[in-house]
């Protein structure tokens, strides 16, 4: 990219280096943003959803976009870790940090079961089974109404403090509430970028680009699809976890279909494959949803129509388009 | 245990048997367009509920529930038609993903619209006079339109069998399936071909949400639960296989009617138990062939 008869031929070297600036530091712009992003957004609810569906989209790109396999099933992943943050809490009434590592678990162990029978089918087959599998889990969280309050949701996952090395911090105060959920979601996506930027990361994109060449190079195909499945299941299952604590209750609806469609329609309108357009669709998405809906209760259709527009006409997404320009 | 008796399982048997010719009629629809243009229609459910919507609306401005099952798949089907020619025309080429996120988008798109137009509550919808009631088949009293749902989706059946096998339009059809490009080589227009499978497939679609909204009335929100459950039958009949679709669809009919009368609470969690075992079993499903998918 760099060599002399490029930057000769290319008179926008700057935003080239830019956007490679951006790429060196990508986690570090990620935290920077989410750091000052409550200071420009007025409200801080919204702005915590957006940081918790962005740590799910996150969660859900790595399969679809590096991996290169649509799942429609993570509402499963998402819902489980929600579920058992939840659970952990109000029936077992574990500790804050405990009951987010149950989420965390929760999501592995759910993207290990639903990836151990989706991985044995391949292209488009992927999509239908993680559907009917995270369908199952919701009847059987629909069902187990004991531990999870059926019909009317988890209720009653009250934390009001968080305790840390003898500090008391105040859960209920929104914006200490962000900042909380913040370091969470930033720590992630420093995880992200890391597990990005290893040798495994390299294999994640080769079995995407070629998988027949990944498996002559002596990569195991399925064992990589597999590991990579159960990663994002933790991802997910931590913006979960979060949203349990953020909610204090856990809604039916979190398992449902539509859940798993939002991320796939935020992970394409930020970008899919990129490392900034999970946060940035779900900030656009959210932003719009609550926009549209103040002018109308049929967002959904305004919704559709647009991710329709942008199946057709802006496949890259949003920051995958600005990237496409910045290389021209 | 007493109550189980041979007929109340053979009864059961039966309704399993209803149940399920509404899943092979869906999937048929599914596994046709599928096979044929290598596109999973998201929007299915939503093509099978506006067709439902569609025979309440005829209904209600005079119609006749027999000229609904005439009009609602040549509706559905233009409609179909349409959506392929201006939405999903433009994606072949472009990864097998993009035209299923874009009927993913659509079935929004066409459920906000029900909603805009019928409200977001649900319908009854009568059944009508001369189907009502019941019949003695043999083992008991079974319901008059149960069965008239059996032999309405046998009679499809056949009518698709013999279109696909004895019509030389059938016969591009199959070909087209098998291979698109030797097909364009021998001088046919295939994207007519998958223009009007896919207006079959959407036409069956819509007649199959006409058959179903007596037995479960209509709602917006009917398309989603069927796509989960088509998609098991799918998986299970193997894609793109028609025979595996009417095998797996009665399999899966009969399979929940059987629960739900031995353990209810496992009855929709029955269906993703079968998938699981044939997809360790045998993931290209029962008549699936093994390359399709690569």
Known sequence: MTDATESIKEPRTATVSWYEFATRHRASIVAAVILVFPLVMPFTALAVNILIYGLYALGFNLVFGYLGLLSFGHAALFGTGAYLCGIAIVHFGWPWYAAIAAGVAGGLLMALLIGVLAIRTRGIYFAMVTMALSQCVYYLFYQAVDLTGGENGLRGINVRTIDLFGLRIDFINPMIRYYVIAAFVIAAFFVMSRILASPFGAVIEAVRENETRARASGYDVTKTRLLTFVLSGGFCGLAGALQALHLSIVPIEILHYETSGLVVMIALLGGMGTFFGPMIGAAVFLVLENVVSVWTVHWQLIVGAIFIACVLFFPAGIWGTLIARSRR | ?294
């Open chain 2, 1 to 294: 245990m007493a109550g189980l008796s041979f007929d109340l399982i053979a009864l059961q048997l039966f309704a399993g048997l209803a149940l399920g010719a509404i899943y092979v009629l869906f999937a048929i629809g599914l596994s046709l367009i599928f096979g044929m243009l290598t596109v999973v229609n998201f929007a299915h459910g939503a093509f099978y509920m506006v067709g439902a919507y569609v025979g309440l609306y005829l209904i209600s401005i005079g119609g006749n529930f027999w000229i609904c099952l005439v009009a609602v798949p040549i509706l559905i089907g233009l409609f179909g038609l349409a959506v392929e020619r201006v939405l999903i025309r433009p994606l072949y080429g472009r990864g097998i993903d993009y035209p299923l996120l874009l009927t993913f988008g659509l079935s929004y798109v066409m459920v906000e619209c029900v909603r805009i137009a019928f409200g977001k509550t649900g319908y009854p919808f009568d059944t009508p006079e001369v189907l009502q009631g019941a019949v003695n088949i043999g083992v008991g009293y079974f319901p008059l339109y149960r069965l008239f749902v059996i032999g309405a989706t046998a009679v499809v059946l056949l009518a698709l069998w013999l279109f696909l096998e004895k019509t030389s339009f059938g016969l591009i059809i199959r070909a087209g399936a098998r291979d698109p490009q030797i097909v364009r080589v021998l001088g046919v227009d295939v994207s007519r071909v998958w223009l009007i499978v896919f207006g079959i497939g959407t036409a069956i679609a819509g007649f199959a949400g006409l058959l179903a909204a007596p037995l479960q009335g209509v709602i917006p929100e009917m398309g989603g639960t069927i796509l989960a459950e088509a998609f098991v039958v799918t998986v299970v009949g193997g894609m793109g296989s028609i025979g595996g679709a009417v095998l797996a669809g009665l399999l899966v009919g009969v399979v929940v009617s059987m629960t739900s009368l031995f353990a209810p609470e496992m009855a929709k969690v029955s269906i993703f138990a079968l998938m699981a075992i044939v997809l360790i079993v045998r993931p290209q499903g029962f008549f699936g062939r093994a390359g399709l998918m690569s």
